[in-house]
């Protein structure tokens, strides 16, 4: 992600001088104005990384704007330029709060280091926050569990959007938390306190969409019985989450841009049109610059909609968040499902850390409620999410294993043991015996790592080479 800088100078010059020297590096974002009144209005619809401005200005000074950035976000960074002789006030700005100043004339290699260095201190400033949070026992988004780099990004960049009302477009796979980022975003926003409503572009059906989002009057069309409100108005100065936006017919995709463009509406039936106030998220796990390439997605619509992009992370990526994520929903069907499981066993920490989880986290979080409900003691035992998670890429014998009667004379927790090795070398015989000993292609096709599979055969006391036709190639193992 591009680092933003705004620009601030009533001289159009300077802006343009300034412009050009940071235009070279294409890890800047930079956004430059001459009109330091429209602060507010920029602070709202960006998220701005380092502030530069002018000390010296008719319309507002410096130091104002500093006062404004820093109550806005006091991890913005603001650099204030000033020409010989106000540096006293600019030496008087740092210590309000100014990351530094610098002396116009200046070179390009001296601006280029000072933002440079801004950008660092902003970085730091934030992690430090998240950090104190994380100390003090409070994390600032007690609803998104996980503490891997990729989760600390994620928090810093909700931290950052939700401060303004800039459209956000949150991308990622099926189950990776899309639509709790949506409402983390809401419930930091300024916006808190006002409604959030989401909208499901895939379920409601085309001919329901329009009418469910900006409402219809009394006999608009066959059907519309009476007069109903939609849920533009129902967001308004609030935010409104279009959920699995890719499932958007094209006409309307047309309407929405509409009403992202101009903030403006028609209700059906009615002639008038109507402004509203909305804070627009936006999430999808459809690759929308591929769906533009087919002419599916209007590419106008995306560029509206991708302002602020947050990407989600797969689980098996961040795998280190598995052991929080699995004890958190431990314990969250623990109380919904009046259970007292309190851990989970080594075998099952073990098997949830090998897995793909092409589903991330929901496929985990049902498998973890499944292992609640077939829990028997205080611990969840592979047993409980094997036997029914075939979703979780788990092993999942086609017919049931037949056990002899004498599993049935021996102690419970033995029996249950027996079965379980009798099963997965059951199950292992038959993944390798259908694809020739290739470990890779069995481990492909039950949804387990390669590595995991190869333990399993050591620990089932089975070789792969056994199921080798003649013909087949050798593999590594
Ligand atoms: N970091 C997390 N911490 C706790 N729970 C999480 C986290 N990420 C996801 N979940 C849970 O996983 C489930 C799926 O999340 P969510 O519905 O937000 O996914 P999604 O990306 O919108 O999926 P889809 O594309 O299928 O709609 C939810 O129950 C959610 O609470
Ligand atoms: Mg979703």
């Known amino acids: 992600m591009a680092s933003r800088i705004l620009i601030i100078d009533d001289e159009a010059d300077m802006l343009l001088l300034i412009q050009r020297m940071l235009s070279d590096s294409d890890r800047y974002e930079v956004t430059a104005t001459d009109n330091p009144t429209s602060l507010s209005a920029m602070l709202a619809t960006a998220s701005f990384d380092v502030v530069l401005t002018d000390l010296k200005m008719p319309q507002r000074d410096g130091i104002q704007i500093l006062e404004e950035v820093k109550s806005h976000d006091e991890t913005i960074a603001v650099v204030l330029m000033t020409a010989y002789g106000t540096i006293e006030s600019a030496i008087e ?42 100390l003090e026992g ?97 967001a308004s100065h609030g935010t409104l989450f279009l959920d699995e936006t890719g499932d958007l017919s094209l006409p309307m995709q047309v309407k929405l841009l509409r009403l992202l463009q101009e903030g403006e509406y028609k209700v059906l039936g009615a ?131 037949e056990p002899g009667e004498e599993i049935f004379s021996l102690p419970f927790k033995e029996a249950k043991d027996r079965l379980i090795e009798e099963f997965e070398t059951q199950y292992l015989t038959k993944v390798l015996a259908r694809h020739s000993g290739n470990v890779s292609q069995a481990a492909r096709e039950s949804g387990v790592k390669r590595q995991y599979l190869h333990r399993l055969i050591k620990e089932n006391k089975l070789s792969s080479r056994s199921f080798k036709k003649e013909d087949s190639e050798e593999e590594p193992s």
Not at 227 to 232: C, E, I, Q, R, Y
Not at 299 to 315: A, K, M, W
């Open 93 to 134: 700005a740092t210590r309000k709060g100014a990351f530094d100043y610098i002396t116009k004339p200046f070179r390009k290699e001296r601006i280029l280091q000072v933002v440079d260095q801004a950008l660092k201190w902003r970085n730091l400033r934030q992690e430090n926050l998240l950090l104190r949070e994380k």
């Open 138 to 234: 409070r994390s600032r988004f007690p609803t998104l569990i996980g503490g891997s780099p990729a989760m600390r990004a994620l928090h810093l960049q909700i931290d950052r959007v939700a401060r303004t009302s800039a459209t956000v477009l949150i991308t990622g796979e099926s189950g990776t938390g899309k639509e709790l980022v949506a409402r983390a975003v809401h419930s930091h926003s300024p916006r808190k306190d006002k409604p959030f409503i989401a909208i499901n572009c895939s379920t409601i059906p085309e001919a329901l969409i329009e009418s469910e989002l900006f409402g219809h009057l009394r006999g608009s069309f066959t059907g519309a019985l009476r007069d109903k409100k939609g849920l533009v108005e129902e």
């Open 271 to 401: 002639n008038a049109i109507r402004k509203v106030d909305i804070r627009f998220i936006a999430a999808t796990n459809q690759n929308l610059p591929e769906k533009i390439r087919r002419g599916e997605f209007r590419e106008d619509l995306f560029y509206r909609l991708n302002v602020f992009n947050i990407h989600l992370t797969p689980l098996r990526e961040r795998a280190e968040d598995i052991p929080s994520l699995a004890q958190h929903f431990l314990h969250k069907y623990c109380t919904l499902h009046k259970k007292e499981v309190s851990r989970f066993s080594s075998r099952v920490m073990a098997h949830l850390m090998e897995q793909e989880w092409p589903g991330n986290v929901r496929q985990l979080e049902n498998t973890i409620e499944r292992g609640v409900i077939m829990a028997s003691g205080d611990e969840v035992r592979l047993s409980d999410i094997l036997t029914m998670a075939p979703d979780a890429g788990a092993p999942c014998s086609a017919s049931p294993l």
